[in-house]
């Protein structure tokens, strides 16, 4: 939201895809890594969620988790749909394409009008005008590796961004 958190409560940030299995449970995982990294868990609350439910309770994709677990990073957790509560409960609700911003506006616009939802690829200094982070359920592995490399681009930026804006 737009409430600056308060010195001993968490800033938290909430990714936001499709169905929850591929790129908000990655960019999860590859921000909480870098978070960590930086000294500052005990600063954010990080999680993820999908603007449909299709595939909620399950494990994030088996392709997504392969490629983060070559890297280093172990992805948890299970799929679940986003909330209004959650418009209100996360400071930063970023978003992984603009079918997903939409629908994170009119859930906002019922619920929270005054949340802070943007789109990942913002942050990405590669983008040259390209705002989504793409899909790569229906395609091959270079898919999910292209899609690891935007993420870990991307949420470096977010935080550096954020530890600028809160002093961290």
């Not at 609350?45 to 890297?71: K, L, M």
């Not at 009119?106 to 040259?128: C, H, M, N, Q, T």
């Amino acid at each position: 939201m737009n409430v600056k958190p308060a010195e001993n409560h968490p800033i938290g940030v909430l990714f936001v895809c499709l169905g929850n299995i591929c790129r908000s449970p990655l960019a999860e995982g590859v921000f909480r890594a870098l978070v960590s990294e930086a000294g500052l868990a005990h600063r954010f609350a990080i999680d993820s969620a999908g603007t449909f439910g299709w595939h909620e309770g399950d494990a994030p994709d088996a392709r997504t988790r392969a490629v983060a677990r070559r890297r280093g990073i172990e992805l948890a957790g299970v799929s679940r749909r986003v909330t209004a509560s959650d418009l209100e409960r996360f400071h930063h609700v970023v978003a992984m394409d603009g079918d997903n911003l939409r629908e994170l506006r009119k859930l906002a616009k019922r619920a929270a009008p005054g949340a802070d939802i943007g789109l990942l690829r913002d942050f990405d200094p590669l983008a040259d005008g390209r705002r989504d982070v793409p899909d790569p359920y229906y395609g091959g592995e270079d898919g999910f590796v292209e899609v690891h490399d935007i993420v870990e681009r991307s949420c470096r930026a977010l935080l550096a961004e954020l530890r600028e804006r809160y002093h961290l």
